[in-house]
T-cell receptor, first 118, second 114 residues
Framework: GAVVSQHPSWVICKSGTSVKIECRSLDFQATTMFWYRQFPKQSLMLMATSNEGSKATYEQGVEKDKFLINHASLTLSTLTVTSAHPEDSSFYIC??????????????FGPGTRLTVL | SQKIEQNSEALNIQEGKTATLTCNYTNYSPAYLQWYRQDPGRGPVFLLLIRENEKEKRKERLKVTFDTTLKQSLFHITASQPADSATYLCALDGTTDSWGKLQFGAGTQVVVTP
């Protein structure tokens, strides 16, 4: 149980295009999903917190108009990188907190999406 | 400034020995500290959580200690196996007004040789 999937697992796009990444909780409902970004040899950096049915809250320094987050259902959150540039190339990872979490800080991570912008 | 520091150098260890990793933090007051395993090109996998009022936690061959005075956590892998080779991340929780917003260290790579 407690499986989180991401699609696609990797994507290559041209500079200036938009890319959508999906994060799904497969066997549980998630009231909250988190989006992280990880550059090589660096730590995961939290980008935003997504609550079902409400607007995402973004961490300081993360452009909300560039990284659009939609959490339309209890099992799906999407991250759209708009007008992608090479510096957006990174590993994007989501995590999901179960609606019926045993502890408030329980969350499960997806496998990540490797984005390469040419 | 706030920092979470893990040894950036890879830890090379012989099979059967105990691997000990450190996580030091400054200017944080986490209520929880978590350890994750991350394999190349994969998302983190949760291993252990320890609360600020707990000194030690164990799970099978893993042991975590948490010293809030020293602002340090130690992570031990006993009887290490080649399958334990991965990067291990520490993450602080409860540091802001919203639970679950984890602050991660950069991780320490562990290489277990037969």
């Amino acid at each position: 149980g407690a499986v989180v999937s991401q699609h696609p697992s990797w994507v290559i796009c041209k500079s200036g295009t938009s890319v959508k990444i999906e994060c799904r909780s497969l066997d549980f409902q998630a009231t909250t999903m988190f989006w992280y970004r990880q550059f090589p040899k660096q730590s995961l950096m939290l980008m935003a917190t997504s609550n079902e049915g409400s607007k995402a809250t973004y961490e300081q320094g993360v452009e909300k108009d560039k990284f659009l987050i939609n959490h339309a259902s209890l099992t799906l959150s999407t991250l759209t990188v708009t007008s992608a540039h090479p510096e957006d190339s990174s590993f994007y990872i989501c995590s999901a907190r179960p609606r019926l979490a045993q502890t408030y800080n329980e969350q499960f991570f997806g496998p990540g999406t490797r984005l390469t912008v040419l | 400034s706030q920092k979470i520091e893990q040894n950036s150098e890879a830890l090379n260890i012989q099979e059967g020995k105990t691997a000990t990793l450190t996580c030091n933090y400054t200017n944080y007051s986490p209520a929880y500290l978590q350890w994750y395993r991350q394999d190349p090109g994969r998302g983190p996998v949760f291993l252990l959580l320890i609360r600020e009022n707990e000194k030690e936690k164990r799970k099978e061959r893993l042991k975590v200690t948490f010293d809030t005075t020293l602002k340090q956590s130690l992570f031990h892998i006993t009887a290490s196996q080649p399958a334990d080779s991965a990067t291990y991340l520490c993450a602080l929780d409860g540091t802001t007004d919203s639970w679950g917003k984890l602050q991660f260290g950069a991780g320490t790579q562990v290489v277990v040789t037969p």
